[in-house]
């Protein structure tokens, strides 16, 4: 099992991400030069992924996940990341 897509909309460093991809089935990696938004790109995958660290927020710690560059005001963050189950290591039942 490994990541196929994130798509990330408002959160935080990232207005409007359409889509990341592809990734690779065995190793990643995410270069960019300082600012570039490597850091919320973990931070978004650990928000989807309902990391300790985001139970808790105040109201204005959770403000501050919302992207708040130039254009209008962002009143809710999307993060979305697909999985690629194709090695069947999580056995899904048929609907």
Known sequence: M???QITISNFRS???QPEIQPF???TNSVVGR???GKSNLFAAVQFALLA???YTLRAE???ALLHEGSGSTA???FVEIVF???DNRFALENS
């Open 52 to 54: 300790p660290m985001f």
């Open 84 to 86: 690629d189950n194709s």
């Open 34 to 36: 300082n600012g570039s």
């Open 14 to 16: 990232f207005k409007q």
């Open 24 to 26: 690779s089935h065995a």
């Open 61 to 63: 710690e959770r403000q």
């Open 75 to 77: 009143v809710s963050a």
């Open 2 to 4: 490994h990541i196929k």
